[in-house]
């Protein structure tokens, strides 16, 4: 692994002095050594996400055309699978319900991250780094264990109810804790906030204290300095976890599943019952493209309206 | 100016204890004396974890579970430091576009991944097994081991590097006596949260495992017949793992270099 | 302020006149500070600092890095609030307001432009705070255009801009709101020597246009020169000196402020005595005639200070001068330095004085020769020794 040849002009002018047999100057001078070894550095990576992830993703696409008959996946081009997402009711509710509860969770997530991370920057500056740490090992610990937690803190023999029980505060349990939309945008939050703290803590890294002061300078209050110079400054930070936060919201299987309830129910689940049980991978696949699809469009939007509104 | 900023210390608490809650209550329970994993705590007992590293099932899991991450963590942190000495080298316009190639891992949610390799690995004929989860793990841990290996790049002068050159090292003579010790943090650490990431990950790993189920699969078929005792003590042992692991990259890295 | 009040330049005053009444607006001192103290947590910026600058001028904060002058710009600009003492502008105290409430603004030393807005917006930024109608936002942003000789970058982004560039547009974002004071951080730093020298003229020149004060915050003495009406020296937390350019290059209050504006040869030595007029002092290098100043200890240790261009070299034989001191020596080295040439003279076992010589005087002196180093009695400024208050 050759990682010497960092400057083209020096590398050119080394490799041609240390001089190599007439025969291998002529099939690679320095500078096509030097694209080999970079290809070779970056090639593996590069082969195993193309071949591994994108490859499979446009085989999930061309199933969304095709069809299944007889427990086989036949190649008939078709979109039925699209037009019945787009068009019978109860897709349409679940692809609205998940799009509610992505759109919670995932604003929920980016306020909480963005407040939490301007505290860090402005209020406790002292503290960041263990706080900041503090944060990523959240995000660490427990994907799974941070939504079934759920249901023993808030279930009808959980933690929060017995104590309200134990309190005298209430006699019977209250199940509205758990197993609906609220519930289900809570806890995908509780997931969610750790990955969107750290973009907005880089944004945040990008203003400094300089542009901070000369805006105060030159006659602006907190608010203003907020909403025309840190807001702006930090739009992308912000803009990136939100979108992360909504994608991995949109997509989720295991909140609705657990903690969901009936009308805490999202595309994903369905999703998975397609290929688990029905093994209609044509539908599956046409529902994953429509919520991405339809993900990426509010992404857009969003993306578009904050950066005519941050300026 | 003067007095504690009271406010922001009780709003970061109070988040602090929302993220932490849930770990909290799960490794509180595994040590709980009763087949229910809920209040009231009876008394304390190490009786879960005896059995989760008795049954058969949870032990498989573990060993599943500790192979996959090991695998993977090394394909991924061989490829993946490759991979950003490369990028920090090349010309700046594929570089951009290589670092929105591996941020595309990262930003489609697992569950798309987890059906798209599904669909693929059945089309190509490529059997569910292990091999199939481990091939999930590499895919999410690359974009992790690439971000932060390049973070710590970034941060030194590669010229350092033509100096060596210039004072007689050879190539590889550079790379192991100047470079390699300088990204060894860097390295370490990315290697412990790949194994991190790969011991938590769930949807991927559920999706193709084919019946070699790692812990959280195991957690999650556990948890059709409601949260166990010993759920909570195979769920704890997992967090242990990963949040020791993530305390030691965080002893080697800078949590500045990474955030930006 | 009492007594000084009535003059027209800087003014240093003592510590005690810290409880004086702030005078009415229109008499008052551009900037009035009154023994402002400052420390971040044990460490003690600003050690009682009181000064006033008179409307209209271009007054430099002198000193070495961690002498407390950007703390005490930054102090009046509001972005640290004081621990102790008072500062005014235009006859209001204005300690208890935010920086957006001071008619007071600040050219940055990084410049702090804002990256996300083009050159025009940020020029425009406080005029759209202030909510000034459009249309005259635009002419008065050319106008600081113009004035800051930088035209045709409107468009751009505030990352496009090159160093000198972006100087200019900072200093223009500072001055359209018209500020009563400008303040400027070591605005300079960050440009090459050319740029520098050319920013400095033009510095001046749009001070003089506009009339506007400006604070001047620099360790770079040859800056301070060149601009300044006054020079504030600042040291250790404390302000040391203040005076015109001549004043402090020629009158220097101690031996800081000998060393630290322009070049100096320091002897030490001992009062020991009069001659008529002039004193004595008795140095390991021979007695030397001085001429008793302000800051002349009657006796007891002394330190003389002569700059190098006021150092003559005779070569024996040559006819003596009028000068009143001459003494014998050695030319160790000769530095070429285009239009002036330096003689280190070694004078005694441990002292060699600098002399800096026209290439005209220096003609026909060569290393190893003997010399006699001249210098007049007026030529000398005799400081009180380090430690000892100025």
Known sequence: ?311 | MRRPPILAWLFVGALLTFLFAPVVCVVLFSFNDSAAAGPPIKGLTLSWYREIFTNVEYTDALRNSLQVALISASCSVVAGTAAALALVRLPRRITAVLAGFFVVPMVVPALFIGVALLSFFTRIGFELSLQAVIVGHIIVTLPLVIALIGARLQNLDLSMLEAARDLGASGPQAFARVLLPLIAPAIVSAALLSIATSADEFIISLFVNGGDQTVPVVIFGGLRTGVTPAINALASTILAATVLATLIAGRLVSLRDVAR | ?390
Request: aromatic share 8%; net charge neutral.
């Open chain 3, 1 to 390: 302020m009492g007594p000084h009040s009535g003059r027209v330049n800087t003014v240093v005053e003592e510590r005690e006149t810290a409880a004086g009444s702030i005078p009415a607006a229109a008499g008052a001192p551009a900037i009035a500070i009154d023994d402002v103290r400052k420390s971040f947590g044990s460490y003690s910026a600003l050690a009682g600092c009181s000064l006033h600058v008179e409307r209209g001028q271009f007054i430099s904060l002198l000193g070495p890095s961690g002498c407390g002058k950007t703390t005490l710009l930054r102090i009046i600009g509001g972005f640290e609030t004081q621990d102790a003492g008072t500062v005014a502008i235009n006859g209001e105290t204005v300690d208890a307001l935010p920086p957006n409430k001071r008619n007071v603004n600040t050219v940055f030393q990084s410049y702090a432009l804002f990256p996300h807005k083009s050159v025009f917006d940020n020029i425009a930024f406080p005029l759209a705070i202030a909510r000034v109608p459009k249309r005259e936002r635009a002419e008065r942003v050319r106008e600081m255009l113009e004035l800051v000789r930088l035209s045709g970058v409107e468009e751009r982004k505030a990352t496009q801009l090159s160093g000198g560039q972006s100087q200019r547009v900072a200093l223009a974002r500072a001055l359209v709101g018209r500020p009563e004071v400008l303040l400027l951080d070591e605005p300079l730093a960050a440009l090459d020597l050319k740029l520098r020298k050319t920013m400095q003229l033009e510095l001046r020149r749009i001070q003089e246009q506009l009339g506007t004060t400006f604070v001047f915050v620099t360790h770079d003495q040859e800056e301070a020169l060149t601009m300044s009406d006054r020079i504030v020296l600042m040291n250790g937390g404390r302000i040391v000196q203040g005076g015109s350019p001549r004043e402090v290059y020629d009158q220097p209050a101690n031996v800081f402020v000998s060393d630290f504006v322009g070049e100096a040869n320091l002897l030490d030595g001992v009062v020991d005595g009069h001659v008529g007029a002039l004193a004595t002092v008795t140095t390991e290098a021979g007695v030397l005639h001085v001429a008793p100043g302000a800051t002349t200890p009657a006796a007891g240790p002394a330190i003389v200070s002569i700059r190098p261009e006021r150092i003559a070299l005779q070569r024996p034989g040559q006819a003596a001068g009028e000068a009143e001191n001459g003494l014998p020596g050695t030319v160790e080295r000769i530095v070429f330095l285009g239009n002036l040439v330096r003689a280190h003279v070694r004078v005694a076992e441990e002292v060699v004085l600098t002399a800096e010589l026209s290439r005209a005087e220096a003609d026909g002196i060569a290393e190893g020769e003997r010399v006699l180093a001249c210098f007049g009695a007026a030529a000398t400024r005799v400081l009180p020794p380090d430690g000892a208050p100025a």
């Open chain 1, 1 to 311: 692994m050759s990682v010497t040849e960092a400057r083209p002009g020096a590398t050119a002018a080394r490799g041609g002095r240390r001089g190599q047999g007439p025969g291998g100057r002529r099939r690679l001078g320095a500078g096509g050594r030097r694209a080999l070894a970079l290809g070779l550095q970056v090639g593996p990576a590069t082969a195993f996400v193309a071949f591994f992830l994108l490859a499979p993703l446009v085989v999930f696409f061309l199933y969304s055309l095709w069809r299944v008959r007889d427990y086989e996946i036949v190649a008939e081009w078709n979109l039925d699978a699209y037009k019945q997402a787009l068009t019978d009711d109860s897709y349409r509710r679940l692809l609205w319900n998940t799009i509610k509860i992505a759109g919670g969770a995932s604003l929920l997530s980016a306020g909480l991250a963005f407040a939490f991370a301007h505290t860090l920057r402005f209020k406790l500056r002292r503290w960041q780094e263990p706080l900041l740490f503090a944060v990523v090992i959240a995000m660490f610990s427990g994907y799974l264990v941070r939504v079934y937690a759920w249901r023993t803190l808030l279930g009808d023999s959980g933690i929060v109810n017995s104590a309200l029980r134990g309190l005298g505060i209430t006699s019977e349990p209250l199940s509205f804790l758990l197993f609906n939309r609220g519930a289900a945008i809570v806890v995908l939050a509780n997931f969610l906030i750790p990955l969107a703290v750290l973009p907005v803590y880089a944004a945040l890294q990008n203003v400094r204290d300089a542009e901070i002061e000369a805006a105060r300078d030159l006659g602006c209050g907190s608010w203003g300095t907020f909403w025309r110079v840190t807001a702006p400054l930090a739009w992308p930070g912000i803009f990136f976890s939100w979108a992360l936060a909504f994608l991995a919201a949109a997509g989720d299987y295991v909140v609705p599943q657990l903690v969901g309830g009936a009308n805490g129910t999202m595309v994903g689940v369905v999703i998975t019952d397609t290929f688990q049980t029905d093994y209609n991978f044509p539908r599956g696949a046409a529902l994953a493209f429509t919520t991405l699809l339809v993900s990426l469009t509010i992404i857009g939007i969003v993306r578009f309206v904050g950066g005519k509104v941050l300026r």
